[in-house]
Nanobody, 122 residues
Framework: QVQLVESGGGLVQAGGSLRLSCAAS????????MGWFRQAPGKERDFVAL????????YYADSMKGRFTISRDNAKNTVYLQMNSLKPEDTAVYYC???????????????WGQGTQVTVSS
């Protein structure tokens, strides 16, 4: 049974930082590309960042470039999202997901975590 468990969310002031983690089990983690997505209330789930199975390649949504950094530790079966210079509009539930494809679309992902809430106050 595949499980993706996010952690690290919380309440932070604008300009602050958070580091999200996603621990994977039940799959060969090093063979999966990993993505982060987010969903604000009443909105669709949006792509945030993507990292290849080896960690060599990364890809970001334009609004996250320079502020967010995705990384992974295949020895720990964990993917991370470092979020800096947070803005109130970054408030959302953040999800990690696993895919055999290196693509940013939500439909490309096979497994999803339950999400972790990030709230940025102004």
């Amino acid at each position: 049974q595949v499980q993706l468990v996010e952690s690290g969310g919380g309440l932070v002031q604008a300009g602050g930082s958070l580091r999200l983690s996603c621990a994977a089990s039940g799959l060969t983690f090093s063979r999966y590309n990993m993505g982060w997505f987010r969903q604000a209330p009443g909105k669709e789930r949006d792509f945030v960042a993507l990292i290849s199975y080896s960690g060599v390649s990364t890809y970001y949504a334009d609004s996250m470039k320079g502020r967010f950094t995705i990384s992974r530790d295949n020895a720990k079966n964990t993917v991370y999202l470092q979020m800096n210079s947070l803005k109130p509009e970054d408030t959302a539930v953040y999800y990690c997901a696993a895919s055999n494809r290196y693509r940013p679309g939500t439909n490309d992902y096979d497994y999803w975590g339950q999400g972790t809430q990030v709230t940025v106050s102004s």
